[in-house]
C-alpha cells in the first residue's frame, strides 16, 4: 500500500491551496490520517490529524481556524484545505497513516507516509 500526496505549489499570501492524500492497495484505510511539514532547516512539525471513526479532527495552533481537514474512506483520500496561507507555511508537507484509529502528534505513531508535495507562499 502507498500514500500519494498532491496539490502543492507556490501561492501567494492570503491565497489557498488543497492538499489530497490518496491511499491505494489493499491495506484499510480505517486508520488516523496525520498531516506533517518541514521547512527547511527544521524538525518536522505536526499539522493536523483526522481520527476514523468518531471523525474527530486536531490542529496546530500554527493553522487553527486557517486549515480544514476532511476525509472520504470510500476513495481513501484524505483532504487538507489551507486558506489564508502565510510565509510560515512554506514547506514540505507529508501525510501519514496511523498504526490506529485515533490521532498523535508524535511521527513515530505513523507506520506509512506519503512522498512529500511542495508548498510554497511567496509574494
Known amino acids: 500500500v502507498q500514500l500519494q500526496a498532491s496539490g502543492g505549489g507556490l501561492v501567494q499570501p492570503g491565497g489557498s491551496l488543497r492538499l489530497s492524500c490518496v491511499g491505494s492497495g489493499s491495506t484499510s484505510y480505517y486508520y488516523g490520517v496525520a498531516w506533517f511539514r518541514q521547512a527547511p532547516g527544521k524538525e518536522r512539525e505536526w499539522v493536523s490529524c483526522i481520527s476514523s471513526g468518531d471523525i474527530k479532527t486536531y490542529y496546530a495552533d500554527s493553522v487553527q481556524g486557517r486549515y480544514t481537514i476532511s476525509r472520504d474512506d470510500r476513495k481513501k483520500t484524505v483532504t487538507l484545505q489551507m486558506n489564508r496561507l502565510i510565509p510560515e507555511d512554506t514547506a514540505v508537507y507529508y501525510c501519514?497513516?496511523?498504526?490506529?484509529?485515533?490521532?498523535?502528534?508524535?511521527?513515530?505513531?505513523?507506520?506509512?507516509w506519503g512522498q512529500g508535495t511542495q508548498v510554497t507562499v511567496s509574494s
Open positions: 501519514a497513516l496511523s498504526n490506529s484509529r485515533g490521532c498523535f502528534r508524535d511521527y513515530g505513531s505513523y507506520d506509512l
